[in-house]
């Protein structure tokens, strides 16, 4: 078991380091989050290996709240906007978490697991069913869902509010581009 200061680093530097990854994205300055933090990169560094662990750590809350908001909904009975709940919940997150995007398309073993298989397993249930409800088509995967929204998200992140902009965007994936006749 960590002795007691060790705790309190970390605790300390993920506080920081979720402040910052909020203001600077997944690129923040992990010397900056030692200065911020009190504490020497060295320590940032045992606890937090690399940046993608970092991340991780900062993202990884949020990931497990929307898994578990995943699972809950799938429970409900309206397959479609329990699908749609949950895109809009991720998609909310994704715009508001700078950085979360940047990880999810990142070739990075951690932060795959971290973000991206995380919620693909977690929306895949959602998926299937309103693939049987006839909600969306039979083709479509909780993983191209996330694309849809990582794209999204990284396509409004300088937008002057982002996550508006996302949900906006989202709804008209959502309803299509083309009218219905």
């Known amino acids: 078991m960590p002795r007691s200061d060790a705790r309190r680093n970390y605790a300390r530097i993920l506080a920081v380091a979720e402040a910052e990854v909020a203001a600077h994205g997944a690129e923040a300055s992990l010397e900056q989050i030692a200065r911020t933090a009190g504490v020497g990169s060295a320590t940032?560094?045992?606890?937090?290996?690399?940046?993608?662990?970092?991340?991780?750590?900062?993202?990884?809350?949020?990931?497990?709240?929307?898994?578990?908001?995943?699972?809950?909904?799938?429970?409900?009975?309206?397959?479609?906007?329990?699908?749609?709940?949950?895109?809009?919940a991720v998609t909310t997150y994704a715009a508001t978490a700078r950085g979360m995007a940047t990880a999810l398309v990142r070739d990075d073993e951690s932060m795959a697991h971290a973000c991206s298989t995380t919620m693909t397993?977690?929306?895949?249930?959602?998926?299937?069913?309103?693939?049987?409800?006839?909600?969306?088509?039979?083709?479509?995967?909780?993983?191209?869902?996330?694309?849809?929204?990582?794209?999204?998200?990284?396509?409004?992140?300088?937008?002057?509010?982002?996550?508006?902009?996302?949900?906006?965007?989202?709804?008209?994936?959502?309803?299509?581009?083309?009218?219905?006749?």
């Open 44 to 88: 940032v560094r045992r606890h937090f290996p690399s940046r993608p662990a970092l991340l991780e750590a900062v993202f990884r809350r949020q990931v497990d709240a929307l898994a578990e908001r995943a699972h809950a909904l799938a429970e409900e009975s309206d397959a479609r906007t329990a699908l749609l709940d949950w895109l809009r």
């Open 121 to 181: 397993e977690a929306g895949e249930p959602l998926v299937r069913k309103a693939i049987e409800a006839g909600a969306v088509g039979a083709d479509v995967t909780a993983a191209d869902l996330i694309a849809v929204v990582t794209g999204i998200v990284l396509a409004t992140e300088h937008h002057r509010d982002p996550a508006a902009e996302a949900r906006r965007l989202l709804e008209l994936a959502v309803r299509g581009i083309s009218p219905r006749p």
